[in-house]
């Protein structure tokens, strides 16, 4: 951990000098990013943690091109971890079509790589099913197209990509669930996937999505497990607008996941053989206020947030078992448009109700 900050350090200065020595407007170069720190407590415990760096370079080479990668520094295991989010370079064919490659944020869903950005997330975590051990990856390494279309006063979005996918796992443990970010392949054969979204309204205040993934052989390479498919469709939603009358402004946005993966014969320790119907649903719904419109400046930085969120796992898989529904209530306030201070309180059943305060600086 000593030698890679400083590494990290070193390269940002030499991009930065490198930038400089350039030619006017031919090499432009831009820290972006933000910062994070978490306060939590229940009845049993209580303490400072989820600490978060998260730089992000971005990089115009040209009119055509374009770079951007993110760094992640954090301790939510109790220990500083650094880890490449996504790295990813990017080509303008034209004002319709870019093209991409390299390691990137999730085109599966809305939720992960958009809306569960922490300036953007109006709670200090993920609702269940959308984070860690849920349906679907935090980043993607691969290639792709993305754009979009107007269609008179319409939008229209799209997002296609393949990718090295998800990678079955066969553990006792952790049989018939994924490792979504491995940096390379178990195997020669790719996921390919997309979004398409629509947004209905001259102003833009609505857009509905679409996604998919499929990927046919998540299996070891030469493996029994190689033939093993995954198939994940996912639909969102996000709508925000202005109410004059109110003095208010809304914002709705929720999004469904559902999972397949093909039936497999798993092994406990003890040589069993055993086999479960491997599906899950993931969905979650948001509603927020802010009186954006308020002649009083405190008042109008303030926003009243709640979720619900409920994911479905397998029953007789070993990380399955019952379904988790989750409740999260948040009163924030606007430091500024992208620093945010988080108040909130997240009810789940048979679990300690949490008490959770985050406050987040983008820069």
Sequence with gaps: MKKVIPLIICLTAVSMLSAQTKSPGENKFVILGNAEATYSANKGEASFGDLNFKPIFLWKISDKLFAEAEVEIETGDGAVDVGLEYANMCYMVNPYLILHAGRFLPKFGAYRGRMGEGFINRFSG???????GGIGAMNETGVGALGAIPIGDMKLNYDFYISNGPQLLTDEENAGQFEYEAYTSNNK?????????????????????????????TGDAESPYLNTGVHMQAVDLNYFHNIP?????????????????????YFKED?????????????????????????????RNLELAGRYSFFNRPNDAPWGGSNISQFEVALDYWLKWNCLLKLGLEKQKDIPDVFSAQIVFGF
């Design 271 to 299: 040589s069993t053989e055993y086999t479960f119907t491997n599906k899950a649903t993931a969905y979650y719904a948001c509603a927020t206020i802010r009186p954006s419109l308020a002649d009083s400046k405190f008042v």
């Design 189 to 217: 054969y790719a996921a390919a996937g997309g979004r398409i979204a629509i947004l209905p309204f001259a102003n833009s205040s609505l857009e509905i999505g679409y996604s998919f993934q499929n990927k046919s052989k």
């Design 245 to 265: 009358g109110i003095k208010c402004t809304i914002r709705l946005i929720g999004e469904l996941k559902y999972q397949k993966t093909d039936d497999q014969t």
């Design 126 to 132: 993920s609702p269940t099913g959308f984070g860690d």
